[in-house]
Antibody, heavy 118, light 110 residues
């Protein structure tokens, strides 16, 4: 079955760039789906960050667009998130997910906690 | 875009039903039939329960049902079971390749 696994540093300093990767297994990342990033700050709800297609076409949350970059590496079957100029408010569990059925996120990774702190 | 509004909490006894609302605007919930619902047990990956307002993915019990009226979508869990205790989030397509989630509802099985 399709599985997603996030990886990356758990601690990032303020003003630096957060970088995470999502490895896709059980399916080709070029199989016709969008792949996305969603986050959840401690004690808060989910927030959509952005999506990417295997062609490299991207969709970003307008509130984060100036700081977000999502890329795809089809040779490694993975996609990545970069969030620049991070601040404490960017502390969250970051999930990667597949955008499948009718714009719903049907498969999710387990999530990875990222803390922004000096 | 603002988060969709959900009640912070809902509860019911085993076997009862609970309904969670998700209120947006004509630019998201009211404008598209792309409302989905997710069950989230803390520390685990969120699970898709409903998509396209009322459709259930394979494997989701038919105790879970979704509907929409105007700018408000709803998730009903019938025949509550202990394992249904979790956080539930709605989500909607919001046009222009944007997506918005709800504020989340904690469901407690009494």
């Amino acid at each position: 079955q399709v599985q997603l696994q996030e990886s990356g540093p758990g601690l990032v300093k303020p003003s630096e760039t957060l970088s995470l990767t999502c490895a896709v297994s059980g399916s080709s990342i070029s199989s016709g789906y969008y792949w996305g990033w969603i986050r959840q700050p401690p004690g808060k709800g989910l927030e959509w960050i952005g999506n990417i297609y295997h062609s490299g076409s991207t969709q970003y949350n307008p509130s984060l667009k100036s700081r977000v970059s999502i890329s795809v590496d089809t040779s490694k079957n993975q996609f990545s998130l970069k969030l620049s100029s991070v601040m404490a408010a960017d502390t969250a569990v970051y999930y990667c997910a597949r955008r499948g059925l009718a714009s719903a996120f049907d498969i999710w990774g387990q999530g990875t906690m990222v803390t922004v702190s000096s | 875009q603002s988060a969709l509004t959900q009640p912070p909490s809902a509860s019911g006894s085993p076997g009862q039903s609970v309904t969670i609302s998700c209120t947006g605007t004509s630019s998201d919930v009211g404008g598209y039939n792309y409302v989905s619902w997710y069950q989230h047990h803390p520390g685990k990956a969120p699970k898709l329960m409903i998509y396209e307002v009322s459709k259930r993915p394979s494997g989701v019990p038919d105790r879970f049902s979704g509907s929409k009226s105007g700018n408000t979508a709803s998730l009903t869990v019938s025949g509550l079971q202990a394992e249904d205790e979790a956080d539930y989030y709605c989500s909607s397509y919001a046009g222009s390749n944007n997506y918005v989630f709800g504020t989340g509802t904690k469901v407690t099985v009494l």
